[in-house]
């Protein structure tokens, strides 16, 4: 499956942006998708994950009540909505799928996930 994101940019503290993902594949199969981000000198950490219930939704603590992720079975795409930014949310933000495995398990770790999107910078000042 590829995975193409789009959103992200630069923006001050407190506030939004809004990332999406859209996979080939994501008509055809229910893959569980979720965004990761890197920030320079930093290990990728997973950020939050979806597949098809809202109890399969995680988030990392740090975005909990910030962020949402969703998903658009129409247009085949998972967004991450983000809101009330802070410069720590600077990191080149990556989507990336997997099978539904990867959203079964508490947490998110970047070994689960196969297919990975080519990142998109978000800049927080």
């Known amino acids: 499956v590829q995975l193409v994101e789009s959103g992200g940019g630069s923006v001050q503290a407190g506030g939004s942006l809004s990332l999406s993902c859209a996979g080939s594949l994501f008509r055809e199969h229910w893959y569980c998708v979720g965004w990761f981000r890197q920030a320079p000198g930093k290990e990728r950490e997973g950020v939050a994950r979806i597949f098809r219930r809202a109890a399969d939704i995680y988030y990392t603590e740090s975005v909990k009540g910030r962020f949402a992720i969703s998903r658009d079975i129409v247009n085949n795409t998972v967004h991450l909505e983000m809101n009330r930014l802070q410069p720590e949310d600077t990191a080149v933000h990556y989507c990336?799928?997997?099978?539904?495995?990867?959203?079964?398990?508490?947490?998110?770790?970047?070994?689960?996930?196969?297919?990975w999107g080519q990142g998109t910078q978000v800049t927080v000042s």
């Open positions: 990336a799928a997997s099978t539904e495995t990867a959203c079964l398990r508490p947490g998110m770790a970047t070994s689960w996930f196969g297919y």
